[in-house]
């Protein structure tokens, strides 16, 4: 819940630097790029929030799914800032890493899915019976 509340409070930060501090400053490509990293991570401190807040014990599934999700859009959103601002273009190669780290991440959410359809414990995780 503290990477989560401190990436969510982090991106409303940004947005709103973005949004008042760097336009006229930018060129349009770049604003582009700082709007996308705010959006993705606030978006993906939302969801290690709904991780956070979930029933159920931390498993290895959840807690790889949270890791993989802050890895990914920390890689993902930083290295669109760090472009926004001046460093090098070449880091967008690494950008599709944090991309990666997010896709794996929900799909671990996904099979975290799947595991509870079949567990009695969760609302809704087996098919009643008659």
């Known amino acids: 819940m503290i990477c ?4 969510g409070m982090l ?11 760097l336009e006229g400053r930018l060129g349009a490509q770049q604003l582009e790029w700082w709007q ?3 959006r993705y991570q606030v978006l993906h401190a939302l ?3 709904t991780l956070a807040w979930a029933r159920g ?4 599934l ?9 890895v990914g859009v920390v890689i993902f959103s930083g290295t ?17 890493l944090g991309g990666l780290g997010m896709i794996a991440g929900w799909g671990m959410i996904a099979g975290l899915g799947l595991a ?8 809704g995780g087996r098919e009643s019976e008659g």
């Open 116 to 123: 509870m359809k079949g567990d009695e414990t969760f609302p």
């Open 36 to 38: 996308t990293a705010a």
């Open 47 to 49: 969801a290690l929030l």
């Open 11 to 21: 991106a409303v930060a940004a947005g709103a630097f973005g949004a008042h501090g």
């Open 80 to 96: 669109l800032y760090t472009m926004a601002l001046g460093a090098p273009r070449i880091l967008g190669a690494v950008t599709p």
């Open 62 to 70: 959840r807690r790889g799914a949270a890791l993989a999700l802050f």
């Open 57 to 60: 014990p931390w498993t290895r």
């Open 4 to 7: 989560a509340g401190l990436l």
